[in-house]
Nanobody
C-alpha cells in the first residue's frame, strides 16, 4: 500500500484560493488512480476529484467543476488540488486517497487514505 500525507489546508476568505498537496510514499505511486474527497461536519464523505494513473484523465464532482483542478507529479510522488473561487460550502476536511481498481467516485474503491487537512472558508 501507499502512505499518503496531505498539506496545504487553512483558513481562506470566500472567493480565495488554496492549493492542497498529497505526498505519497512507495514505489508504485504511478500505478494508482488518486482522488480527493471531503467531509463536512455531520455529512458523508464526498467525492471531489480524481486523476488516473497516467495523469491523462481527470474527473470532478459537479460542485467543483470549473473551480478545482487536480494534477499529479509522478516524479515527485505528489498530487495536488488547486481550489479557486472557494465558497462556504467548500468548508470540510479534505482527504487524499489512492486506488487500483473500482469506481473512481466511490470512497470504498480507495484502499489508502491520508489523515486529512482542514479547509475553512469564511464568508
Amino acid at each position: 500500500q501507499v502512505q499518503l500525507v496531505e498539506s496545504g489546508g487553512g483558513l481562506v476568505q470566500a472567493g480565495g484560493s488554496l492549493r492542497l498537496s498529497c505526498a505519497a510514499s512507495g514505489r508504485t505511486f504511478s500505478s494508482y488512480t488518486m482522488g480527493w474527497f471531503r467531509q463536512a461536519p455531520g455529512k458523508e464523505r464526498q467525492f471531489v476529484a480524481a486523476i488516473n494513473s497516467s495523469g491523462g484523465r481527470t474527473y470532478y464532482a459537479d460542485s467543483v467543476k470549473g473551480r478545482f483542478t487536480i494534477s499529479r507529479d509522478s516524479a515527485k510522488n505528489t498530487v495536488h488540488l488547486q481550489m479557486n473561487n472557494l465558497n462556504f460550502e467548500d468548508t470540510a476536511v479534505y482527504y487524499c486517497a489512492a486506488r487500483l481498481a473500482g469506481t473512481y467516485y466511490a470512497a470504498n474503491s480507495y484502499k489508502s487514505w491520508g489523515q486529512g487537512t482542514q479547509v475553512t472558508v469564511s464568508s
